[in-house]
């Protein structure tokens, strides 16, 4: 009996390695590939080890993209993103979760039912409405349009709807503004669940393709997957610097998610649970 | 009394507002499109021929079918997948969950480009997958240029990102089902595997209604990862209703025709969400 544990704790470990280093070999090939010149990744027998040419991808890299302006794009449009979203969907997802309003039921349905709507459906009208604005090319054509993200009101009011009403009708009582108590009792204690948000609207924006793809039109505006794009569809493609972009724009969202992972996959849980 | 009942309009409004501009009058607007046809923006009214004519466009056939093609071999695939490493993940005898966790769910994070990319170059002709079939000693597999395998690289790649992702979802839901059930289950002397069809799965039914859902509307939407992994091609082969959307709106200019389109992918959404909560009957 007693063997019959192990053997099988040995095959679990083996399966689950194997599929461990199957979900982290693209990773690995993408690093060696940036440090290799664009050759080698096809040589016989390929260079399984990191080369040293990581500076020369870089500096052709940064001479066809501009990496510093790109990140800087990507960031700023990301950061910024991430902030105004989560400012407006917790309030609506406060106000969804804590309030009794006329309309309350039919808003939030409607909200939810825009999950359903695929993305492409308001694409061409958001591009005529950006073009008659004169805003084509410019940061808010990418910031503006998903700052209201049904999916992030859905998971903050069901966090939201875990908080005691007690405790907000005690702070009226003790005659504090509606601001100050969202402020300053409720925000506090929804840090993880702020947390797994935030993470999910940052990740939806740095890694968004299609819009601005449409939206930005100039090099100097590019955002990392739209660069990358057009860098991979090159007649002669460098796949040195190719893949010393996707090294470039994947590690700080690795970073970003392993600092904050814990908090992500226990917001994740929370919010499929219920 | 009369200022408190303004409060919760308040919190709600800056979403609301953003909402109905970029969200509610687009979908309506789109819809309008939808029966107008014409260049750039020269529309006119012309009821339902962008709908007649959609019966008659062979390419958006080919995209219809190809699309469809994916969603049935993918999701499939990817949700059992998922399933069975959220399950052994939950098994007791294991350490290290965590690290395991992140591992599988890394993938994930990535932009839908940049793994695109990766796995492009990994599946060229010459590219690593087929030097290590090579080394096995079979023949080496035209990943991207033969019209199944780059239907079955597409399949590959999204395989590869969103396993871990509908993993979570599952170990989620795998928290909620009694330790009881197994352990009665055990003592009847069922088999692991008999318990996982016979308890895991039934107890996770909404929670598979859910991530099928998800993953149908993503994959009638697909886009970035044919557009950078094989580009539609070889002729047409992995051309989805998401690109042929792209291509007849902003390279052809065709708004009307595109909208269209779009509301074909908003109807077919309706109607597989529709029939899957049919399929599985009963709650929520």
């Known amino acids: 009996m007693k063997k019959n544990k192990t053997t099988k ?74 902030v105004l979203a989560l400012f407006i969907c917790t309030m609506a997802a406060y106000a969804f979760a804590k309030f009794d309003f006329k309309g309350r039921n039919i808003i939030f349905t409607i909200f939810l039912l825009s999950m359903m709507v695929p993305y492409h459906a308001t694409i061409i009208p958001l ?10 090319n410019t940061y808010q054509a990418v910031i503006l349009p998903n700052l209201a993200y049904p999916f992030a009101i859905f998971l903050m009011r069901q966090n939201l709807l875990a908080f005691p009403t007690s405790l907000i009708e005690a702070a009226r009582i003790d005659g504090a503004g509606e601001w100050k108590i969202f402020f300053r009792i409720v925000l506090p ?22 819009w601005p793809l449409i939206a930005l039109s100039t090099t100097d505006m590019y955002t990392f997957p739209v660069a990358l794009s057009t860098l991979f569809g090159l007649s002669r493609i460098d796949y040195g610097q190719v893949m010393a972009g996707v090294t470039i724009a994947t590690i700080p969202i690795i970073i970003f998610f392993l600092l904050l992972q814990r908090q992500f996959i226990s917001g994740m849980l929370g919010s499929a649970v219920k | 009394m009369k200022q408190k009942t303004l409060v919760p309009y308040m919190f709600v409004g800056p979403a609301v507002i953003l909402f109905s501009i970029f969200m509610a009058y687009p979908i309506i607007y789109s819809l309008i499109l939808s029966f107008q046809s014409g260049q750039g923006s020269n529309l006119e009214f012309t009821g339902f021929d962008n709908f007649q004519r959609l019966l008659s466009d062979d390419i958006f056939i080919t995209a219809l079918k190809n699309t469809f093609i994916l969603l049935i071999v993918q999701v499939p695939i990817m949700i059992f997948l998922a399933l069975i490493i959220a399950n052994l993940l939950n098994s007791a005898l294991l350490k290290f969950k965590g690290v395991f966790r992140v591992s599988f769910f890394l993938p994930a994070v990535t932009s839908l480009v940049a793994y695109s990319i990766i796995f492009s170059i990994m599946l060229m002709n010459d590219g690593v997958v087929n030097q290590v ?24 790649a999204m395989t590869w990102r969103w396993v871990g992702y509908n993993m979570v979802i599952f170990l989620a839901g795998l928290q909620n089902i009694p330790e009881e059930l197994y ?22 039914k909404p929670v598979i209604l ?15 990862e044919p557009f950078v992994l094989t ?17 007849t709106g902003f390279r052809f200019f065709d708004f009307g025709y595109a909208s269209t389109i779009a509301y074909v992918i908003v109807i077919l959404i309706a109607v ?11 709650q929520e």
């Open chain 2, 272 to 282: 597989m969400t529709f029939i899957q909560f049919k399929v599985t009957g009963d």
């Open chain 2, 133 to 156: 079939i090579a080394a096995v000693g079979l023949d080496r597999i035209p990943w991207l240029s033969d019209p199944f395998w780059a239907k079955a690289s597409l399949v590959i």
């Open chain 2, 210 to 224: 859910f991530t099928t859902i998800l993953s149908t509307i993503g994959t009638l939407q697909l886009f970035d």
């Open chain 2, 231 to 247: 580009n539609g091609g070889p002729s047409d082969a992995t051309l989805t209703i998401g690109m042929y959307l792209y291509q």
């Open chain 2, 183 to 204: 352990e009665a289950a055990s003592m009847d002397g069922a088999s692991k595997i008999r318990q996982f069809f016979s308890i895991t799965i039934p107890n996770l």
């Open chain 1, 9 to 82: 704790r040995i095959l679990l470990y083996i399966a689950l390695i194997i599929g461990a280093l199957v979900s982290l070999f693209p990773f690995y090939w993408a690093a060696i590939g940036a440090t290799n010149t664009s050759g080698s990744m096809f040589s016989q027998p390929p260079t399984l080890l990191p080369g040293s040419m990581l500076m020369e991808n870089i500096r052709n890299l940064n001479e066809s993209i501009g990496i510093g302006r790109v990140m800087f794009n990507s960031l700023f449009i990301a950061v910024t993103y991430t």
């Open chain 1, 189 to 210: 204690s929804m840090k993880p669940a702020l947390a797994a948000t935030a993470i999910f609207l940052f990740l939806y924006q740095w890694n968004s393709f299609l």
């Open chain 1, 127 to 136: 591009f005529k409405m950006m073009a008659a604005l004169n805003w084509l």
